[in-house]
């Protein structure tokens, strides 16, 4: 509740601080206006780093996927080495015991003996089996690298793919270095020059909220109604007291910080007054 007199005298606090204000704006060379100044030139920095940085992580990302891609190629390669290497030794061993069925053949045609036709007879069918076995693990090798050819060949294509994707986008990080770099080396100086006129702590603190918020270190302190004097952070939105208006208002070389967010406040037109 405020009562007739505090009215009073609050309306002549207000009144103040915005002649103060106007003066202050007069003259822009404040600590708020260099915060502005530095925070105006240090998005520029963060963005065009942002946008670097995005290119630069693309063309990374899609090199660390084309490199799996030639992994798994690679380990197909491999497996497809091995499969044909035990098919071979089967078809040898399966070679062997042909060579071993037809001298058998041979000795059962020309067998006298019923008691060895029958021996020689049991033996055949037993060697038949065994390279029938045989045959089926040389189908199953040649069934599995047909397989995996068929793989590598998909991997192949993914791998192309992954190629161009890669060389596009190392296209558009050369231009983008191109066009980026020699404005970022003039950004940085500026940004060097305008961070050199701020106190330590107010640039620490500037810092610091930079880096938490993306480059959004600065915040304006906005009235949501400014005969009631209600004042919020239009970062966070957070209300904020009335003696934060006041200390910025009546003191643009004190820095003051939102008590929510803790980005630096700064009054709409101060910005507008800068460069
Ligand atoms: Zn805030």
Redesign the pocket.
Known sequence: MVVAGELIVCEYFITLVARRRSANLINPMTLIADLVSLHLVDSQVRALRSRLDSAEHYVALQEKQRLLLTSRMDEAKSQIRQHQATGVNHEAESGSVKARIDTLRNQLNTSTNPKQYAAVLNELKLLQTQRDEIDELTIDQIQKTDDLQTKLVELERLSAERVKVRDAGQAELNTCRGEVGSRLGELDRERTVAAAKIPQRDLDIFNRAADLYDGEAM?ELVAVDARRREYS?A??N?ELPVEKYASLASNPNLSVT?T??H?ILYLGQVSSAVG
Request: hydrophobic share 35%; proline share 0%.
């Open positions: 915040a952070c970062a966070c957070m939102c929510s967010c980005r």
